[in-house]
Each structure stands twice: as structure tokens, then as C-alpha cells.
């Protein structure tokens, strides 16, 4: 059962226009929410974060929005650039049933900015 | 600052063959992770370790082993590799923020 979903495999869009990655979960204990942007042959990189108790956090060009009842959350990029290229995972973090903090992460966007 | 250090970056192995994988980080994070990176199914944790010492399962344990001997090294071992572990293997740590440092890889292949 696939706690963080993004359904959207891929997403080619415009330079210049806005990109909207989105991601769903299920687990409602969920209480931090992550994106990270990997490039091809590279460790994954944190992007930006948002807490459960906002609705939203930016950083220049990024931002994200949670919506908690609906469970979900989305990653704005505009302008969106051609290096902006890359596989974007939502990430959640939850207690384990060991107690500890763990994060579950999506399967992954891959969005190709089109110059 | 090299942040999280893996290695090998690549490595084809016969299968049955034992096997491994090196994670090294420097900034004294206490939780480290193994996550691998399969088409389709995203990064999924395999063993991580809060604080040395200590370890614990992840989603898809079965056929690896960790150890955390110190706050630096955290190894991955396949005992006996299959097919079925080729893959792009991640090691991270996070510090109190819970935010995860990724090294860059190991791709294994095993055939």
C-alpha cells in the first residue's frame, strides 16, 4: 500500500511557465512534507520543505502548498527553467513502528522544461 | 565538504557473490539510511540506523545487512546476491531537521 503517490510520471512544460508537480498520501500521522530534485547519475537533493501545521512555504522560484484535509500537496515552480529538468520525489515523514522518524518517499515526476 | 561519501559508483557482480556496499559521512549525522532506486517505484528504504549502535528494517530488508560500528560508516552487505538487487543503491543521513543528505550511488548490477 503506497503511503506518498504521485501520479504523474512525467510532466513536459514551457520555459517560463509554471510547473506544478502534485503529490497525495494517506497516512494522516504524516507531519513533515519534503521535495527533493534528482538529476540523472546523482544523489537525490532537498529542494524544500513544508510542515504539517503551514498551508504553505516558498523559496524564490519554489513553493509548496498543503492542503491536509485533501491529503495532498504540491510543488510550484515559476518561472520554470530548463535546469529546473529533473526527477522531483515528494517525501513524508512519519514515526516507524520502531518509534523512530523515517521518510516514505514517492515514485517520482520527471519534468523536462522545454526551452 | 564531502557530505556522504559512497563507493563503489558502479559495480557488476555474479550472483551468489557477497558484496559490499561503503557509506562514509562527515557531518556527524546520527541517522543514516540505505534507500534503492528502481524504475517505476521511486526510492525505497532498505536498513537504516538512528544512532551507532543501532539498526532497524525498512520497507525491503530481505537479503541485506547493516552495520553502524561508528557515527561515519554506515555498510551495506548483500551476503548473496541475485538478479533481483540490481539496482541504484543511495545512502543518506539526516541531522535533528530530518531533512536526508543523499551520496550519489552505487549502481549495482548482478548477473
Known amino acids: 500500500d503506497q503511503q506518498v503517490k504521485q501520479n504523474s510520471p512525467s510532466l513536459s512544460v514551457q520555459e517560463g511557465r509554471i510547473s506544478i508537480l502534485n503529490c497525495d498520501y494517506t497516512?494522516?500521522?504524516?507531519?513533515?512534507f519534503l521535495w527533493y530534485k534528482k538529476y540523472p547519475a546523482e544523489g537525490p537533493t532537498f529542494l524544500i520543505s513544508?510542515?504539517?501545521?503551514?498551508d504553505k512555504n516558498e523559496d524564490g522560484r519554489f513553493t509548496v502548498f498543503l492542503n491536509k484535509s485533501a491529503k495532498h500537496l504540491s510543488l510550484h515552480i515559476v518561472p520554470s527553467q530548463p535546469g529546473d529538468s529533473a526527477v522531483y520525489f515528494c517525501?513524508?515523514?512519519?514515526?516507524?513502528?520502531?518509534?523512530?522518524?523515517?521518510?516514505?518517499f514517492g515514485k517520482g515526476t520527471k519534468l523536462s522544461v522545454i526551452p | 565538504i564531502a557530505g556522504i561519501t559512497q563507493a563503489p559508483t558502479s559495480q557488476i557482480l555474479a550472483a551468489g557473490r557477497r558484496m559490499t556496499l561503503r557509506c562514509t559521512q562527515d557531518?556527524?549525522?546520527?541517522?543514516m539510511y540505505w534507500y534503492r532506486q528502481d524504475l517505476g517505484l521511486g526510492l525505497r528504504l532498505i536498513h537504516y540506523?538512528?544512532?551507532?549502535?543501532?539498526?532497524g528494517k525498512g520497507e525491503v530488508p530481505d537479503g541485506y545487512s547493516v552495520s553502524r560500528a561508528n557515527t561515519d560508516d554506515f555498510p551495506l552487505t548483500l551476503a548473496s546476491a541475485v538478479p533481483s538487487q540490481t539496482s541504484v543503491y543511495f545512502c543518506?543521513?539526516?541531522?535533528?531537521?530530518?531533512?536526508?543528505?543523499f551520496g550519489q550511488g552505487t549502481r549495482l548490477t548482478v548477473v
Open positions: 513544508i510542515s504539517s501545521i503551514k
Open positions: 540506523s538512528n544512532t551507532a549502535g543501532t539498526t
Open positions: 497516512n494522516s500521522m504524516f507531519d513533515y
Open positions: 543518506a543521513s539526516s541531522d535533528s531537521s530530518q531533512r536526508a543528505f
Open positions: 517525501a513524508a515523514r512519519g514515526l516507524s513502528g520502531a518509534g523512530s522518524y523515517q521518510l516514505t
Open positions: 557531518m556527524r549525522h546520527n541517522a
